[in-house]
C-alpha cells in the first residue's frame, strides 16, 4: 500500500515517514499543496495524509481540487486545530476522516486501517429509491440518469436516509448513526444537512423525495412525480 504525505514540517514529515516506512507502507512525501495535487495523479497512492495548515493553497483547497477532478484516493486530514467548524469544512471539501495534533502513532495507524479496508472491501451493491441511486462504494449518486455531486458528509446522511427508505427517522437517530458519538456540536446540524440535500438531489429535479414529519423527523420517498 502507497502513502502520500502532504506536510509542510520537516520534522512532523520525516517521523511520520520513518514510522510508516517501518510498518511496511511505501511512503511519498509532498512539502506542499501544489506538490501534493501533482504527485496524487503521479503516483496514485492508495491513501493521503493531507496536513491543514499549509502556506500558499492549503489542505481544504488541495482536498476540494481533488475531489473536483474526481479523484476519490482516501483522505485523512491532519491539523492543529481542533474544533467543529473545521471538522465540518474537512469532511464538506471531501476528506474521509480527520485526526487532530497530537496524536498517537497507534492511533494513526488504526485510523489508516480503517480508511484502506473501507477503500479495498467488496463495494456495497447499488442502492434505488425511485429513480434516486446511490453506489455505496464509489460514493456516488444519481438522479435518473444525472449524477449528483455530494460532500462526504452529505453522501453519509443520503445513504443513512436512502437504507431507511419509507421510515421515519428522527434527527437523533440521524446524528448519532452519521456523526461520530462524541459529537458535541448543535444536533441542528441535522437541519442544515437535509436542507443542503434537498437543495441537490430534489429541488434541480421537482422532486421531493426527503419528507419533514412534524415531531418525528424524517422520511425517504419514492418521489417519481414532480412536487406539486
Not at 493531507?50 to 500558499?56: C, G, T, V
Not at 482516501?74 to 469532511?91: Q, R, S, V, Y
Amino acid at each position: 500500500m502507497k502513502i502520500l504525505i502532504v506536510e509542510d514540517d520537516d520534522t512532523t514529515a520525516e517521523a511520520l515517514m520513518r514510522g510508516l516506512s517501518a510498518e511496511g507502507y511505501a511512503v511519498e512525501r509532498a512539502a506542499n499543496g501544489e506538490d501534493g495535487l501533482w504527485l496524487a495523479a503521479e503516483a496514485a497512492p492508495d491513501l493521503i495524509l493531507l496536513d491543514i495548515m499549509m502556506p500558499a493553497k492549503n489542505g481544504f483547497r488541495v482536498c476540494a481540487e481533488l475531489r473536483e477532478a474526481g479523484d476519490w484516493t482516501p483522505i485523512l486530514m491532519l491539523t492543529a486545530k481542533d474544533g467543529e467548524f473545521d471538522e465540518t469544512e474537512a469532511l464538506d471539501t471531501g476528506a474521509d476522516d480527520y485526526l487532530v495534533k497530537p496524536f498517537s502513532f497507534p492511533v494513526l495507524l488504526a485510523h489508516i486501517r480503517a480508511l484502506l479496508r473501507r477503500a479495498t472491501s467488496d463495494a456495497p451493491v447499488p442502492v434505488s429509491v425511485g429513480d434516486l441511486r446511490i453506489e455505496p462504494g464509489p460514493r456516488r449518486a444519481w438522479r435518473g440518469e444525472v449524477e449528483v455531486p455530494l460532500t462526504t458528509r452529505q453522501f453519509d446522511v443520503l445513504e443513512f436516509l436512502v437504507r431507511r427508505a419509507s421510515q421515519v427517522v428522527s434527527k437523533d437517530e440521524i446524528l448519532k448513526g452519521v456523526w461520530r458519538h462524541d459529537f458535541d456540536g448543535d444536533p441542528n446540524i441535522v437541519e442544515v444537512y437535509v436542507r443542503r440535500l434537498r437543495r441537490a438531489i430534489d429541488e434541480p429535479f421537482g422532486r421531493h423525495s426527503i419528507e419533514t414529519v412534524r415531531g418525528a423527523g424524517y422520511r425517504l420517498v419514492d418521489s417519481d412525480q414532480p412536487a406539486r
